[in-house]
């Protein structure tokens, strides 16, 4: 379990896993061939939610996605949608809608075929089909090219159409397969927020799947982080990068400093771990009660270890070491610096200055500090 | 430059390099036995039979210091007004489309199927389909004499198990003619579909499902339309040659079939009537163009890339 610094929020977070969420997946398990792809798997989202499914290759989000989908039958579990069990539908006969991956347009069709498709297959009438794809394109802003072969447009419009496909017979979830996958990078932040407008706009219930830990901070509200079929963690974006559950979330999810230790003193109001990678205990000023003497995880956010050349004043959690590495981003450098015990940790320091020059450079001798609450320990 | 090297730069002008050479043979290939045989033959269709060597007369003369150019237009007029030629093509006709039609009815859910399957199945079953082609084409439609025969093995088959009491006369019926035709077409129909059939992006499918259409629904708006390219070359793959076919009515369609490949053989060897024949081999070529045109455009369209 993670220990929390802010025991208001963690609860909080409790509570909304706790509530039955529109969509709820219970027990969820899915087997190919002796192979477990999903385990396990319990899951709520909430009406209105977009909920990302955060994984690597190989982690299950996919499968779990077209089990959602109906694409795949769980081999054990149930997946309710607005109170109606819908495990056992075919997916034509599904409330879902998904936006796939590359798009899977249809070539021979125009983009108003393409919208259209869903609704004709709803029998509705004629000119209720027109109005709705004129909506649709509305909302999509491809007005225009509601003429044209897929085939015709560049990759920014397919995904538009792609979208006003998948949301054009209203469905109560939609589903989004690596939704910028196919898109070049200045796009795609771009399109993020488009989309997340467009779905917040229409209020509709999201689950989507990636691999890109930016795409799932910047458009869901909510995040599972997945690994070998099974969730890992649940929690907001800011919850899962600053109280990682565990080793795995707290490296999956951007970069970490992690030091392995035991729980030397184990207080309501503090605790200290001893590491061999630093000379004093490391001083972590909220409690976690029951694991003296247990082995943990100290992790610590390279942005929260500062780097100075002179000893910090008050600080209780502080090292000496000498820069090994630079690598410069732009807008911030990481710098690698190994302490004498051969650890190494790294630090980011944003270049607020054009040119810095008495900064730090290589094989300068250093001090890195962070505060008491800056790091979290991880028992599991 | 020196006029020399002008001088040789000029003649290597007429030779062609690597790149001219291998796109030239190929044409080369079809001036000398295409173009070339082509225009005899419709230089002889002008012409009139004669009881001569070679059997018809020249189209051009020169006698009493004059040419004399005799354009026989005749034998054209003879298989447009003689019903029994215009009768030969129409039905040519209508057997291969019947047949054609019956092929893609047998071949299309065979490459559907096959398409499907796993690429190591998918492989096997290619060359299952492909295999007796490797025997020659007349041992197996004569193959087909021993089975369609009337004390042939589906007759022995059919009166064993007790179904009839006479045996059927299918040998020397237009039926045995289509069952020819469909045996032996089958695999030109079934190899275009299945290399359109197994390129088909299996997500279109779900993303027809997701939008709920049932399977077959999805069929007949995705896979079908998807698959037009296929369907239109394997069904020129197997119409145009068809309407020529001379073996397998010769050998199994029996005197009732009537076929412009058999007209055109008793019109050359029987009658020795090489004008006539040339004639009747010229409108059948006339007569293919178009669809040749239309599967040209297809695979056209195929190799762009650009669907529907």
């Not at chain 1, 610094?5 to 027990?27: F, H, M, Q, V």
């Not at chain 1, 509705?124 to 509305?138: F, H, P, Q, S, Y």
């Not at chain 1, 008050?314 to 807008?331: C, L, P, Q, R």
């Not at chain 2, 492909?130 to 025997?135: A, D, G, I, K």
Request: proline residues 6%; aromatic residues 10%.
């Amino acid at each position: 379990m993670p220990v929390d610094a802010k025991p208001d929020i963690r609860n909080d977070a409790i509570a909304l896993n706790s509530e039955p969420g529109y969509l709820s997946i219970r027990d969820l398990r899915k087997e190919f061939d002796g192979f477990v792809a999903v385990d396990d798997v319990n899951l709520d989202v909430r009406k209105g939610e977009i909920f990302a499914l955060l994984g690597g290759s190989g982690s299950g989000k996919s499968t779990l996605l077209r089990c959602l989908a109906g694409f795949e039958t769980p081999t054990k579990g149930s997946i309710l949608l607005d109170g109606q069990p819908i495990t056992a539908l075919p997916p034509y006969e599904r409330p879902i809608n998904m936006m796939f991956q590359s798009y899977a347009l249809f070539p021979h069709m125009t983009v108003e075929q393409n919208i259209a498709f869903g609704l004709k297959q709803d029998g509705m009438a004629k000119d209720a089909i027109t109005r709705r794809v004129g909506e649709m394109l509305e909302l999509v802003q491809l007005e225009k090219l509601g003429k044209r072969k897929p085939h015709q447009l560049s990759g920014g419009q397919q995904q538009r159409v792609a979208l006003a496909r998948s949301l054009a017979k209203g469905p109560k979830l939609l589903l989004l397969d690596e939704p910028m996958g196919a898109l070049d990078k200045k796009l795609r932040s771009k399109m993020q927020l488009e989309l997340v407008n467009i779905i917040e706009q229409l209020g509709v219930t999201c689950v989507m799947v990636t691999h890109d830990q930016e795409e799932a901070m910047t458009m869901a509200t909510r995040i599972a982080v997945m690994d070998q079929g099974w969730i890992q963690q649940i929690g907001k974006p800011d919850d899962i990068y600053e109280q990682p559950a565990n080793r795995f979330v707290a490296s999956f999810i951007g970069s970490v400093n992690l030091f392995e230790g035991v729980i030397d003193e184990d207080l309501p109001e503090y605790v200290t771990v001893r590491t061999a990678d630093f000379p004093a205990p490391i001083y972590v000023g909220h409690g976690i009660t029951g694991y003296e003497g247990q082995p943990v995880a100290f992790a610590l956010r390279p942005e929260k270890v500062h780097i100075a050349k002179d000893e910090p004043e008050g600080e209780t959690n502080k090292a000496f070491g000498v820069v090994e590495d630079i690598a410069y981003f732009g807008s911030h450098s990481v710098y690698h610096v190994r302490l004498p015990s051969g650890a190494k940790i790294l630090s980011n320091f944003a270049n607020m200055k054009r040119w810095d020059s008495d900064g730090i450079t290589w094989n300068d001798e250093v001090w890195v500090s962070w505060d008491d609450n800056d790091g979290v320990v991880l028992t599991s | 430059m020196s006029q020399t090297d002008k001088n040789a730069a000029g003649w290597r002008r007429w030779v062609p390099g690597v790149r001219a050479s291998v796109i030239g043979v190929p044409y080369l290939w079809l001036l000398l036995f295409f173009a070339i045989p082509f225009l005899i033959v419709l230089k002889i269709s002008f012409s009139k039979m004669a009881v001569a060597m070679p059997p018809y007369t020249a189209i051009v003369e020169y006698v009493d210091n004059a040419f004399n150019v005799n354009l026989n237009l005749g034998n054209y007029t003879a298989l447009f007004t003689d019903s029994q030629y215009v009768l030969a093509y129409l039905s040519s006709i209508k057997i291969a489309l019947i047949s054609t039609v019956l092929t893609l009815l047998i071949g299309y859910p065979m490459a559907y199927v096959i398409s499907r399957m796993s690429p190591s199945a998918r492989n096997i079953a290619m060359m299952l389909v492909v295999l007796p082609s490797w025997t020659s084409f007349l041992i197996r439609v004569y193959a087909w004499i021993g089975i369609l025969d009337s004390n042939g093995i589906l007759n022995r088959w059919l009166m064993a198990a007790g179904l009839i009491d006479t045996p059927l006369q299918i040998l020397n019926t237009p039926l045995a003619a289509y069952i020819g035709i469909v045996y032996c077409y089958l695999p030109f129909m079934v190899l275009p579909l299945y290399t359109n059939l197994v390129k088909l992006d299996h997500r279109l499918l779900e993303a027809a499902y997701d939008l709920g259409a049932k399977p077959w629904q999805a069929f007949l708006k995705i896979t079908l339309p998807l698959s037009r390219n296929g369907i239109v070359a394997g069904f020129m793959l197997v119409m145009i040659p068809a309407v020529g076919e001379f073996v397998i009515p010769e050998m199994l369609g029996g005197p009732g079939t009537l076929m412009i490949g058999r007209v055109l053989w008793s019109e050359f060897f029987t009658n020795r009537d090489w004008p006539l024949a040339s004639a009747v081999a010229v409108v059948m070529l006339v007569l293919l163009l178009i669809p040749i045109l239309i599967f040209n455009r297809s695979q056209q369209r195929e190799l762009e890339g650009k669907l529907a």
